[in-house]
């Protein structure tokens, strides 16, 4: 049986903490969106209906599995999932080896737990307030890799792209087992 699908979540948040406003996403970053659309190509996505409707027509070779309350909601692309573990079966029967958490503030809450992996896309911007991203602290998260995007104009905020990895328990179990 090959494993579970790597449930990663890819975003861009703002310096305190935020991905939006409310509605949309607040920064229009030409190499963000470059660095999305390289990141999640031919992948299977996770979107909450809200930010799946944003999207509409932004498809192409994706898979969207689409997270919703409602039985009758039949998305243009894809297909709707009621819950993270539903979406994690899916992309699993379709021997799928990741799956891309790509939001919004209430998809990325609900997966979170479950996420292995963020991409971080850290704009020097703040909003003050908004929609959170779940905070990603020392103690559970490592960092894998961060580079700077670069910026297309000079009124787009600096932006760098931060990779995180989760600190699973069996790993922190073998680096006791070896001080021991
Ligand atoms: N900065 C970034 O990287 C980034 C990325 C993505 C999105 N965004 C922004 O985030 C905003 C949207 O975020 P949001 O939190 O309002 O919405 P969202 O997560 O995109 O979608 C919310 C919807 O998902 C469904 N849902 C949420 N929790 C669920 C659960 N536990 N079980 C089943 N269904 C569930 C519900 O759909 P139903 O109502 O159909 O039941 C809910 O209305 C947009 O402004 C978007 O532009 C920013």
Same mark, same amino acid.
């Given at each position: 049986?090959?494993?579970?699908? &790597?449930?990663?979540?890819?975003?861009?948040?703002?310096?305190?903490?935020?991905? *939006?406003?409310?509605?949309?996403?607040?920064?229009? &970053?030409?190499?963000?969106?470059?660095?999305?659309?390289?990141?999640?190509?031919?992948?299977?996505? &996770?979107?909450?209906?809200?930010?799946?409707?944003?999207?509409?027509?932004?498809?192409? +070779?994706?898979?969207? %599995?689409?997270? $919703?309350? *409602?039985?009758?909601?039949?998305?243009?692309?894809?297909?709707?999932?009621?819950?993270?573990?539903?979406? %994690?079966?899916?992309?699993?029967?379709?021997?799928?080896?990741?799956?891309?958490?790509?939001?919004?503030?209430?998809?990325?809450?609900?997966?979170?737990?479950?996420?292995?992996?963020?991409?971080? #896309?850290?704009?020097? +911007?703040?909003?003050?307030?908004? &929609?959170?991203?779940?905070?990603? *602290?020392?103690?559970?998260? #490592?960092?894998?890799?961060?580079?700077?995007?670069?910026?297309? $104009?000079?009124?787009?905020?600096?932006?760098?792209?931060?990779?995180?990895?989760?600190?699973?328990?069996?790993?922190?179990?073998?680096?006791?087992?070896?001080?021991?």
């Amino acid at each position: 049986m090959p494993p579970p699908p &790597l449930l990663c979540a890819i975003a861009a948040v703002s310096a305190d903490g935020f991905i *939006s406003k409310g509605t949309g996403v607040p920064w229009d &970053l030409e190499a963000d969106r470059q660095h999305f659309r390289r990141a999640t190509q031919g992948k299977w996505l &996770l979107l909450g209906r809200r930010t799946f409707d944003e999207m509409q027509g932004w498809f192409t +070779d994706h898979h969207p %599995l689409v997270l $919703t309350r *409602s039985r009758d909601f039949q998305p243009s692309v894809g297909q709707a999932v009621a819950t993270v573990a539903e979406a %994690l079966k899916t992309a699993e029967r379709h021997c799928a080896t990741e799956l891309w958490v790509c939001g919004g503030a209430a998809t990325y809450a609900e997966a979170w737990p479950q996420v292995q992996r963020a991409i971080i #896309t850290q704009v020097a +911007d703040e909003l003050g307030d908004g &929609l959170p991203f779940p905070p990603i *602290s020392g103690e559970e998260w #490592t960092l894998l890799d961060r580079h700077s995007l670069p910026r297309h $104009t000079a009124a787009e905020p600096v932006a760098e792209v931060i990779t995180y990895q989760r600190i699973s328990h069996s790993s922190i179990f073998n680096v006791s087992a070896a001080q021991d």
